[in-house]
């Protein structure tokens, strides 16, 4: 039970699209990420997924509209929404996620940026 420095874990990786988890809480995890680019099209059957930006401005892709979320500010992507999220202009994101332990990176779709682990740091 001790505070955790955010920036001290996000200067401790540098790779994109590659969350590592900083805490657990319940059946929920606490993962942190660095954005750049664009993902990929994908949604989650059975889970929520909590995305907060600490640096920079993430867009939040939905089939029907784009999202700006930005620093300080998060988005709810609620279970069984496809969603997709970018940056723009080479900025690279930093984001905090909130998910259960059960949810895989990109649901049902098989990528090469599905990531299967997510390292501790």
Known sequence: MKPVDLQKKFSQFQEQWKPHQIGIVDDMQVLLAKLQ???????HDNEDELFQVIKGTLYMQFRDRTEIVRTGE???????????????????VHVLLFEKLTTSQTGKVKHEKTQTHYPKI
Request: net charge negative.
């Open 74 to 92: 998060l988005i709810i992507v609620p279970k069984g929404i496809e969603h997709n999220p970018m940056t723009k202009d080479d900025e690279e």
């Open 37 to 43: 680019g664009e993902f990929v099209w994908h949604s």
